[in-house]
């Protein structure tokens, strides 16, 4: 006879309010990156939390990672649950930092308000909803199944919204992520409940600095404006790089339509004088800039490589040296990351699309992200394929205003990640009377 599941399901929705609750503890826990505050806090808070469940837990502090500092600790929380037999590590990775609240909110960003079935606050969406999704999916397993195969894991890491490298990927050079220890790895990111990620863009970050020459500002004919070179950067990205860009389009299913091709984005421009305090009262010096710096972010696609995309933005500079008098710059590659695909065949692919067909009644949407998230360090340094992201979440609403996560796609990406355990730490689930697991 198949596996029922039905008082799993029945638990989870059982747990309704407890999954509120929590998602509205993790809300009120404003773990802004950067700088990096509270990770200690929501760290503690989880390791509560998954010790009073039967988890044996870690508090582990990336030392020596990018923004590590006694000031701003990089804190992470790993817990692992063992069944009493063996078999596979199942583990769920969430990011515990969230960006910072801009403007345009009509609730508290930390408040955690409730209305009209959804749940508002920075990170609710990206990604403390997913996160606490997990938590009561995991629970609500190993109490329907406490006799069940391999282990649980759950983590609870630091600084994705900056790259991950005092999270994951410190986690992974440490071998936390090793294919012999960890198996399958699901990353509750919102790419909707009805959606399988199997991966995402390649980045790369550039800083570049054109130079001038200091004079006083009523005779800049006796100074050299690196502002001006610098719009002559601009303009070249304008007239030969960003048709470049959009004329190329990737095989790879990226959301939305409009990722489906090479974008970059001009993160920040500074140039000449420093901005004063504003308290300052006073007019600026007269003065002609003799640096202006951009910050570049540049999403390419599977078929693009690194040295192609580098390459590209370097010729454009090099071709204004070569035709515009005095314009010399600087480029300083900043960070990149190579794209990341999953195998459709792979087997934590297979069972949380089963599981979405027999909860949700309908077959997945495999898609890629637009942007990177902590995939990139499990494929790249922790060498395991096996990972995918699903969580709940609507992806548009990152980093918005009035962020929010809907209350029924909490409970449903619940059901499926529980479900999804049943595959593939319960050897009867996939017992020959029950056909094979696909």
């Keep these: 006879m198949p ?239 960003y048709p470049a860009m959009a004329a190329r389009h990737t095989d790879m299913p990226v959301v939305p339509e409009g990722a489906r091709q090479s974008t970059m984005n001009i993160n920040s421009i500074h140039g000449g004088q420093p901005e004063q305090p504003k308290d300052y009262t006073g007019l600026p010096a007269h003065c002609v800039p003799d640096s202006c710096r951009i910050v570049i972010d540049r999403r390419y696609l599977a078929e693009e490589s690194h040295a192609e995309v580098s390459g590209e933005v370097e010729g454009l500079l090099n071709d204004l040296s070569a035709q515009r008098e005095n314009f010399r710059y600087e ?8 794209p990341s695909m999953t195998d459709r065949a792979a087997p934590v692919v297979t069972t949380v699309d089963r599981a979405i067909q027999d909860i949700l009644g309908k077959s997945p949407d495999y898609v890629a992200s637009p942007g990177t998230y902590d995939q990139k360090h499990i494929d790249r340094i922790g060498k395991l394929r096996n990972c995918i992201a699903y969580g709940p979440g609507i992806l548009e609403m990152a980093h918005k205003p009035d962020e929010y996560i809907g209350i029924d796609d909490m409970v449903d990406s619940a059901k499926v990640m529980a479900h999804s355990l049943t595959q593939l730490l319960l050897p009867q689930a996939n017992d020959p009377e029950n056909g094979p697991k696909e």
């Design 3 to 241: 596996l029922d599941t039905d008082s799993l399901i029945a638990r989870i929705d059982s747990m309704r309010d407890d999954l509120i609750a929590l998602t509205q503890d993790l809300i009120r826990i404003p773990t802004l990156n950067p700088p990096g505050e509270c990770y200690r806090e929501i760290c503690d808070y989880l390791d509560t939390r998954l010790t009073r469940h039967g988890f044996d837990t870690q508090l582990i502090r990336a030392h020596g990672a990018p923004g590590d500092s006694d000031k701003y600790p990089r804190w992470n929380v790993l817990a692992r649950k063992e069944g009493h037999h063996a078999g596979d590590c199942v583990h769920f990775n969430s990011h515990t930092d969230v960006v910072e609240v801009g403007h345009g909110w009509t609730c508290d960003p930390f408040g955690g308000e409730i209305s009209d079935g959804k749940i508002y606050g920075r990170g609710a969406c990206d990604m403390k909803g997913g996160l606490a999704a997990s938590i009561i999916a995991t629970e609500a397993f190993i109490a329907e199944y406490p006799d069940f195969h391999g282990a649980i894991e759950i983590s609870g890491t630091a600084d994705e919204e900056s790259g991950g490298y005092g999270g994951v990927a410190f986690l992974a050079e440490r071998g936390f992520f090793a294919p012999e220890r960890v198996q399958h790895v699901i990353i509750p990111e919102p790419l909707h409940k009805d959606r399988i990620c199997l991966g995402h863009r390649g980045g790369w970050w550039a800083e570049i600095e054109t130079f001038g020459e200091i004079a006083h500002g009523s005779m800049p004919f006796l100074g050299d404006c690196a502002v001006r070179h610098m719009g002559a950067v601009l303009d070249k990205f304008e007239s030969d790089l």
């Design 331 to 338: 480029m300083r590659e900043l960070n990149h990351v190579a």
